[in-house]
Nanobody, 121 residues
Framework: QVQLVESGGGLVQAGGSLRLSCAAS????????MAWFRQAPGKEREFVAG????????FYSDSVRGRFTISRDNAKNLVYLQMNSLKPEDTAVYYC??????????????WGQGTQVTVSS
């Protein structure tokens, strides 16, 4: 079992930055692949970024590559999503997820409750 708790969401103007955090507990964190997903109103949940257990591999969706950075601190059981150059279309509920293998098509077994990110134009 892995428990995930996101934080760091909020309201920001277009062009601004936010950093999301996800605190994990319940299992050896360094062995767990982590990812961020998001879901906008009326849309399906979509993959944003993923990172392998050791942090050596990262994956990004085309829509955020070059603007967002996923990272992790295995000593603190934390994963981050640094979001720069935010756009109104980035507005969504952002979810942290954990699984065995990182990647946009991997299965993630554990999910956080989500944190709202709103980007105003």
């Amino acid at each position: 079992q892995v428990q995930l708790v996101e934080s760091g969401g909020g309201l920001v103007q277009a062009g601004g930055s936010l950093r999301l955090s996800c605190a994990a507990s319940g299992r050896t964190f360094s062995g767990v692949a982590m990812a961020w997903f998001r879901q906008a109103p009326g849309k399906e949940r979509e993959f944003v970024a993923g990172i392998s257990g050791g942090g050596g591999w990262t994956f990004y969706s085309d829509s955020v590559r070059g603007r967002f950075t996923i990272s992790r601190d295995n000593a603190k059981n934390l994963v981050y999503l640094q979001m720069n150059s935010l756009k109104p279309e980035d507005t969504a509920v952002y979810y942290c997820a954990a699984g065995e293998v990182a990647g946009p098509r991997s299965t993630y077994d554990y999910w956080g409750q989500g944190t709202q990110v709103t980007v105003s134009s």
